[in-house]
């Protein structure tokens, strides 16, 4: 049973995983309960042998599969989601200080290119704010938790032996 | 200016700071004077209450009014500090929040600590963030001594003197007698307070133009006298290429300055897990957002209808624009509606101006306390709680913050601010990333990356034209500036984060791996957080 689980989270995790920007614009097509489904939660948990040290339990932790899991689905949101989003602000000011000429071209009325990328970067900020959420809520928290539980239990375990 | 609005404004501030002292004595009721309680508030906010403290602790009066007296009268160049105090918010969200909580307890130098030499990296990690919080401190101080000159209705010195002893004053009895818990309530109040007052102002300033932006643009633009180029960038940063790299380097410093500040970090340790710490910064990024967004409205509609000009005679920098927003927009000066939105406002600025002053003291007392006060005292010496360690320290902080207030009180605030940003972004940010995401970082290259920060960027401030050489510096008699940028980030950032670099390929002995796994698998997943 726990084997059967095990697979599908492995199998459903390698699908989702390969593009983060596609999996939260993909699932907001699907919805919840699906997202939610398709299963951040079963990864293989840590093995559990008899350890000693604070220390080496983190270590054992560290080098787990589904530690490495956790710390893969959240640098691969979090670095290139920053260095986009730092790439565009300095773009932004870097053309505000360098180009003023293109930046105050007028869109419509008294709007112009430069009102036009302010706002956008405002509507930036909050777009990836609501993706970061959604991620790390359906794919990173569950287990997140439960791995946890298991570093926890395996210290408890050391402080009473 | 008329006696009547200034009596509603005293009378209506004195009914914030008695609610305000009300719940201050009302939390220490319950005090138990343990250190958690003292600097985390006992860690059971929701994130929605922290949402509120977080938005509260960082919409200060140096946004309310720097910034929409900056866009009053420079225009489009005043909104680029509004984008910049926003899109910081991302890192915050994506690189630091989460992280934070998880790994540390109660001030930054915590988690760096968890895996580094304990005493060094505390000691410059609490020192970087003292640095940070009287540098900050010091703006909101110039906040409130100019909008009471405002209020007086003259440049009564002795007036703006009290009045930033006085809030000093404040501020420490919050913090010493409160902590964590009633500083937390006191923004929240706050922070309901500002949002109120902007969105009523915003409408208002809607109203007058039948919902028309374009036509409140387009007047704004004819009255500044500029023209079309009032709402394009350069009116303040485009002259010759110092101006614009010193545009550059104050875009730099706003963007990684956020996620350094002792005070907002402090924050995250309010809640009881990192899921509840990235919700409130959902919250914040929200409330922060649409708050910059209103300041955009208010700073062109204070153009439009006062005109550049008559802001820039109240206030050469422009911190009193919105006020006189208010009085125009409830009917100009002598009218009731005008009075009453006045003092509503001024009110509203106090408020803001109290709260971050005590959410910056206490996120300083805590680093002298828990930081340097812990690593520094000698082993045999009489031993003090770290907590009454850190209500004397609130009281010194408060000191030194009100005697740099006073000395300052010509700069504009939205301006010093940027500077205590320059500072955290040099010293603090660049530590904290290591740490966290580093596995070959050391000691050596965690205290370099501190000072390597720090120094040049205090140093560089002393030496700008901000401190001695232009008529509008700190000491315009004498001259001895060498560098050309008002803001040092473009040069102390790269340093911060090379000197790190350097300090760990040089180090001698080798990365702790056993505590770098420990911060890793702590900071992702929560195990072992307090």
Same mark, same amino acid.
Not at chain 2, 329 to 355: C, R
Not at chain 2, 390 to 409: E, P, S, Y
Not at chain 2, 469 to 479: A, I, K, N, Q, T
Not at chain 2, 489 to 499: R, T
């Given at each position: 049973m726990e084997q059967v689980d095990r697979q599908e989270g492995r199998d459903a995790t390698a699908m989702a995983v390969d593009d983060p920007w596609y999996e939260a614009t993909a699932s907001g097509w699907s919805g919840e309960t699906a997202t939610g489904a398709s299963g951040d939660g079963r990864l293989d948990a840590v093995p559990r042998q008899r350890v000693h040290s604070a220390a080496e339990i983190y270590l054992e932790v560290q080098r787990s599969p589904a530690f490495q899991e956790v710390r893969r689905r959240y640098r691969r949101?979090?670095?290139?989601?920053?260095?986009?989003?730092?790439?565009?602000?300095?773009?932004?000011?870097?053309?505000?200080?360098a180009a003023p000429g293109l930046m105050a071209r007028p869109v419509a009325g008294a709007v112009n290119v430069a009102?036009?990328?302010?706002?956008?970067?405002?509507?930036?900020?909050?777009?990836?704010?609501?993706?970061?959420?959604?991620?790390?809520?359906?794919?990173?928290?569950?287990?997140?938790?439960?791995?946890?539980?298991?570093?926890?239990?395996?210290?408890?375990g050391m402080v009473q032996p | 200016m008329t006696g009547s609005h200034q009596t509603l404004a005293l009378v209506l501030f004195s009914v914030f700071v008695a609610v305000t002292l009300a719940i201050t004595t009302w939390v220490s009721r319950h005090r138990h004077g343990s250190a958690e309680e003292f600097y985390a508030g006992g860690r059971l906010f929701s994130p929605l209450e922290n949402g509120f403290a977080i938005a509260g602790d960082y919409m200060s009066a140096a946004s309310f009014l720097?910034?929409?007296?900056? =866009?009053? $009268?420079?225009?489009?160049?005043?909104?680029?500090?509004?984008?910049?105090?926003?899109?910081? #918010?991302?890192? !915050?969200?994506?690189?630091?929040?989460?992280?934070?909580?998880?790994?540390?307890?109660?001030?930054?130098? /915590? !988690?760096?600590?968890?895996?580094?030499?304990?005493?060094?990296?505390? =000691? +410059?990690?609490?020192?970087? %963030?003292?640095?940070?919080?009287?540098?900050?401190?010091?703006?909101?101080?110039?906040?409130?001594g100019s909008l009471v000159a405002l209020l007086l209705g003259g440049s009564s010195?002795?007036?703006?003197? #009290?009045?930033?002893?006085?809030?000093? +004053?404040?501020?420490?009895?919050?913090? %010493?007698?409160?902590?964590?818990?009633?500083?937390?309530?006191?923004?929240?109040?706050?922070?309901?307070?500002?949002?109120?007052?902007?969105?009523?102002?915003?409408?208002?300033?809607?109203?007058?133009? *039948?919902?028309?932006?374009?036509? $409140?643009?387009?007047?704004?633009?004819?009255?500044?006298?500029?023209?079309?180029?009032?709402?394009?960038?350069?009116?303040?940063? &485009?002259? /010759? #290429?110092?101006?614009?790299?010193?545009?550059?380097?104050?875009?730099?410093a706003l963007v990684l300055g956020t996620a350094g500040l002792p005070h907002i970090l402090s924050r995250f340790y309010t809640v009881p897990t990192a899921r509840a710490a990235r919700r409130s910064v959902v919250w914040s990024i929200g409330l922060i957002g649409s708050f910059y967004l209103m300041t955009i409205v208010l700073g062109f509609g204070a153009a439009a209808l006062i005109g550049p000009d008559e802001v820039r005679a109240s206030n050469a920098s422009g911190n009193t624009?919105?006020?006189?927003?208010?009085? /125009?927009?409830?009917?100009?000066?002598? %009218?009731? &509606?005008?009075?009453?939105?006045?003092?509503?406002?001024?009110?509203?600025?106090?408020?803001?101006?109290?709260?971050?002053?005590?959410?910056?003291?206490? +996120?300083?007392?805590?680093?002298?306390? *828990?930081?340097?006060?812990?690593?520094?005292?000698?082993?045999?010496?009489?031993?003090? %709680?770290?907590?009454? !360690?850190?209500?004397? +320290?609130?009281?010194?902080?408060?000191?030194?913050? =009100?005697?740099?207030?006073?000395?300052?009180?010509d700069l504009n605030v939205a301006f010093l601010v940027g500077l205590a940003f320059a500072v955290a972004a040099s010293a603090n940010l660049p530590v904290l990333l290591y740490s966290l995401f580093w596995r070959k970082f050391t000691t050596r290259g965690a205290v370099w990356s501190v000072y390597g920060g720090l120094i040049p960027?205090?140093?560089?401030?002393?030496?700008?034209?901000?401190?001695?050489?232009?008529?509008?510096?700190?000491?315009?008699?004498?001259?001895? *500036?060498?560098?050309?940028?008002?803001?040092?980030?473009?040069?102390?950032?790269?340093?911060?984060? $090379?000197?790190?670099? =350097?300090?760990?390929?040089?180090?001698?002995?080798?990365? /702790?791996?056993?505590?770098?796994?420990?911060?890793?698998?702590?900071?992702?997943?929560?195990a072992g957080a307090v």
């Open positions: 949101f979090v670095f290139p989601a920053t260095l986009a989003f730092l790439l565009w602000y300095l773009a932004y000011v870097v053309a505000a200080t009102m036009i990328a302010g706002l956008g970067q405002f509507l930036t900020t909050f777009l990836l704010t609501w993706a970061y959420a959604r991620h790390a809520r359906l794919r990173r928290d569950r287990a997140a938790l439960e791995l946890r539980w298991d570093t926890q239990e395996m210290t408890r | 720097g910034i929409s007296g900056l =866009i009053a $009268l420079y225009g489009y160049d005043g909104m680029l500090y509004s984008v910049g105090f926003l899109v910081a #918010w991302l890192v !915050v969200l994506l690189l630091v929040a989460e992280l934070v909580r998880n790994c540390g307890r109660f001030t930054l130098a /915590d !988690v760096v600590a968890a895996r580094m030499a304990e005493r060094p990296v505390r =000691i +410059a990690a609490g020192t970087s %963030s003292v640095a940070v919080s009287v540098l900050y401190l010091v703006a909101q101080m110039v906040g409130a010195e002795a007036a703006r003197s #009290w009045t930033v002893i006085g809030v000093g +004053a404040l501020m420490v009895i919050y913090v %010493s007698l409160g902590g964590m818990r009633a500083t937390t309530w006191i923004q929240i109040v706050k922070a309901v307070l500002l949002m109120a007052g902007t969105i009523a102002l915003t409408v208002l300033v809607l109203l007058r133009f *039948h919902g028309d932006v374009n036509s $409140l643009l387009s007047t704004a633009a004819e009255r500044s006298g500029h023209g079309p180029g009032f709402l394009a960038p350069g009116l303040r940063y &485009g002259g /010759d #290429w110092t101006a614009r790299l010193d545009f550059i380097s104050l875009g730099l624009a919105v006020p006189l927003l208010a009085l /125009d927009l409830g009917g100009g000066a002598g %009218s009731t &509606g005008g009075t009453v939105l006045f003092a509503v406002v001024a009110a509203v600025a106090f408020a803001t101006i109290l709260a971050v002053v005590a959410g910056i003291t206490l +996120a300083s007392s805590a680093s002298v306390a *828990h930081d340097l006060y812990t690593s520094l005292r000698r082993p045999h010496a009489k031993q003090y %709680s770290e907590v009454a !360690v850190a209500r004397v +320290a609130a009281a010194g902080i408060g000191a030194a913050a =009100i005697g740099l207030g006073l000395l300052a009180r960027a205090v140093l560089l401030v002393l030496v700008s034209p901000v401190v001695s050489g232009s008529p509008e510096s700190l000491f315009p008699g004498v001259d001895f *500036h060498l560098f050309p940028l008002q803001n040092p980030g473009a040069v102390s950032i790269p340093l911060g984060f $090379l000197a790190g670099w =350097i300090g760990t390929v040089t180090s001698p002995e080798p990365p /702790d791996e056993a505590r770098h796994a420990e911060t890793e698998v702590r900071s992702l997943t929560g």
